[in-house]
């Protein structure tokens, strides 16, 4: 069982970069992002469930990001746009929780990609 984030990379104020998170295995009835600052702890970033497609996002990241899958390749995917110098962290796909919103509720994760935005 493993998930598999890439994507990261320096980004410029304003930009887009689009996460992935391959995961191997087995199927997730649902999956999530969090993010984790220098110095900060870990925060939830943007949910999906499988079967529903309902989706979840925090508040600081709602209309910029947006979460998607792609069931064949089972790979979820974060599309991040319009990015900010603030949103600069190392970005963990996550999946089995036991509470969508905090991280300590969670099973597995993935190694995490950084995102650098610069100002």
């Known amino acids: 069982v493993q998930l598999q984030a890439s994507g990261g990379g320096l980004v410029q104020d304003g930009g887009s970069v689009r996460l992935s998170c391959a995961a191997s295995?087995?199927?997730?009835?649902?999956m999530s992002w969090f993010r984790q600052a220098p110095g900060k702890e870990r925060e939830f970033v943007a949910f999906?469930?499988?079967?529903?497609?309902?989706?979840y996002y925090a508040d600081s990241v709602k209309g910029r990001f947006t979460i998607s899958r792609d069931n064949a390749k089972n790979t979820v995917y974060l599309q991040l746009n319009s990015l900010k110098p603030e949103d600069t962290a190392v970005y963990y796909c996550?999946?089995?929780?036991?509470?969508?919103?905090?991280?300590?509720?969670?099973?597995?994760w993935g190694r995490g990609t950084q995102v650098t935005v610069s100002s």
């Open positions: 999906e469930e499988r079967n529903s497609g309902r989706t």
């Open positions: 295995g087995r199927t997730w009835s649902s």
């Open positions: 996550a999946a089995e929780n036991k509470g969508v919103y905090s991280a300590p509720n969670y099973n597995y």
